[in-house]
């Protein structure tokens, strides 16, 4: 059910067609993403970050759900740090994370990618919109991990992210632009979902109901999206200093986050 509802196609972006087929074939990806998570929760480097052309200024999407990690990693007793631009890291924080700008993947036991530009087969980075993005990326520090053989988790929404390489084929089937866009990009785990913050509330939310324990209480949806907005992030599909996440109000993401709430309490009854 988690992973039906963090997959609503609300915008109607194509993203639903890859999530049946790849659900065909990997019917547990939530639930392995999820001990992936609770197994090496010690040190984890979040990812998170996404440019929007021709601007190039990071969209709501990634880092609200970058931040829901990092905090379900400090409940359970671990240490997150967040890998990501300037603008991100002045509007996550007043939140109290810890940020890095060298990381040494060696060093950590888990990372996550949530919403960072994954490359393309010819190397460069795309926007849903099939546009170029020309700002740094961080899809190397993934590519580090797995040739070290650290866990990977990749969570993407529309096929040009840090992990979709998984499904790199479903993506050229699927979304509009997908053979100009669709990420090369592998990880050891991948969700998807329609947007790649609920993404990340999914993997908590599966991870509270396996671990026994609400790992995101007090969750304030609102109050999270209106802060990085002031503070200079945009909705990615309107390109605006907006209050939204891909171009859906507010009023949808409290729901979303309301109902997954409710699920992993009726879980934990």
């Given at each position: ?39 090496n929760y010690e ?89 170029e993005i020309t ?61 790649s913050n609920w ?71």
């Amino acid at each position: 059910m988690i992973a039906h509802l963090i997959n609503t196609d609300v915008g109607n972006r194509g993203t639903l067609g890859v999530y049946l087929d790849y659900r065909r074939e990997n019917p547990s990806f939530l639930h392995n993403s999820a001990k992936m998570f609770l197994d090496n929760y010690e040190r984890v480097l979040v990812i998170t970050g996404f440019p929007i052309p021709p601007m190039m200024q990071a969209e709501t999407d990634g880092p609200p759900g970058a931040l829901a990690i990092a905090k379900a990693v400090e409940t359970l007793g671990g240490r997150a740090e967040i890998l990501t631009y300037p603008e991100v890291m002045n509007a996550l924080e007043p939140f109290g994370l810890s940020f890095t700008d060298r990381p040494d993947v060696g060093n950590y036991s888990l990372v996550i990618a949530v919403e960072s530009p994954g490359r393309a087969r010819d190397g460069k980075y795309y926007s849903m919109s099939g546009l170029e993005i020309t700002r740094e990326t961080f899809d190397w520090a993934v590519l580090e991990a797995r040739e070290l053989g650290i866990p990977t988790i990749g969570i993407g929404d529309g096929g040009n992210e840090a992990g979709m390489g998984k499904v790199v084929k479903l993506i050229e089937r699927y979304v509009p632009h997908g053979d100009r866009i669709a990420s090369v990009v592998e990880t050891d785990e991948l969700i998807l979902s329609a947007v790649s913050n609920w993404g990340a509330y999914g993997l908590v939310a599966q991870a509270s109901v396996e671990f026994g324990r609400e790992l995101l209480p007090d969750w304030d949806e609102r109050t999270i999206v209106r802060a990085i907005s002031k503070l200079g992030l945009i909705d990615g599909v309107s390109k605006t200093q907006a209050s939204t996440v891909d171009g859906i109000s507010l009023d949808v993401h409290e729901k979303v986050v309301e109902l997954l709430n409710a699920l992993v309490n009726e879980a934990l009854r």
